[in-house]
């Protein structure tokens, strides 16, 4: 099946810096991904998602790159913010299109 | 309402005891799913309803009965479960056919067996 897995299993930066997250997917054939961040006590929550025909999707301070050459994904986060520590996850929807495959997340911590 | 409830929010039991979790949306979504996670790991898959009806079960342990009364509702029950089965159990709900945007995760339902 597919799998999913990140580079980085925790990652500190300073308030105010930019933070990059990396993950990379196996199934060349996915064609939606999107970046969850769980926060202590609470559920995955959305971020940002993009699909396979893109390879550049901007939000608000996030920005997720793909590039399904190398099968990559990464999530920007401009100017982070002790709001933003959590655990970062991405997620692949694959051939079957009721279910994503997680992958095994980065733990973003802020220094004030 | 854009939220997924998940009840109770902690809970402790035997592992002779029987025990619900339960799960609510009014969001309308159609599909509805139930996720374990253990500390440190991503959300596993368990089951995925389909308007009402068992679509996908992940080889789970028939000690985790799910079932769905309506489509608002979704509930897992646990029968004579394992030490190793403590964690987050996270049930979610999407529109059915629509996967824009993800899931919608509720907060989870953290068990502990002893």
């Known amino acids: 099946g597919e799998s999913v897995g990140l580079h980085l299993p925790t990652l500190s930066v300073q308030e105010g810096d930019n933070s990059i997250i990396n993950c990379a997917y196996s199934n060349s054939a996915s064609d939606y991904f999107i970046w969850y961040k769980q926060e202590s006590g609470k559920g995955p929550q959305f971020i940002i998602d993009?699909?396979?025909?893109?390879d550049k999707r901007q939000g608000q301070r996030v920005t997720v790159l793909l590039n399904k050459t190398v099968k990559h994904l990464s999530l920007q986060i401009a100017a982070t913010q002790p709001g933003d520590s959590a655990v970062y996850f991405c997620a692949e929807m694959g051939y079957n299109f009721n279910k994503f495959y997680f992958g095994s997340g980065t733990k973003l911590n802020v220094k004030p | 309402d854009t939220e997924v409830t998940q009840t109770p929010k902690h809970l402790v039991m035997g592992m002779t005891n029987k025990k619900s979790l339960k799960c609510e949306q009014h969001m309308g979504h159609r599909a509805m799913y139930w996720y374990k996670q253990k500390a440190k790991k991503p959300p596993e898959l368990m089951f995925v309803?389909?308007?009402?009806?068992?679509?996908i079960n992940e080889s789970v342990p028939s000690r985790f009965s799910p079932e769905c009364p309506n489509s608002s509702l979704l509930n897992l029950h646990l029968h004579a479960l394992q030490p190793e089965d403590s964690a987050l159990y996270l049930c979610?709900?999407?529109?059915?056919?629509?996967?824009?945007?993800?899931?919608?995760f509720g907060s989870g339902t953290r068990l502990t067996v002893v």
């Open positions: 309803y389909s308007y009402e009806k068992l679509s």
């Open positions: 979610a709900s999407s529109p059915e056919g629509d996967y824009d945007y993800g899931y919608t």
């Open positions: 993009i699909r396979s025909n893109m």
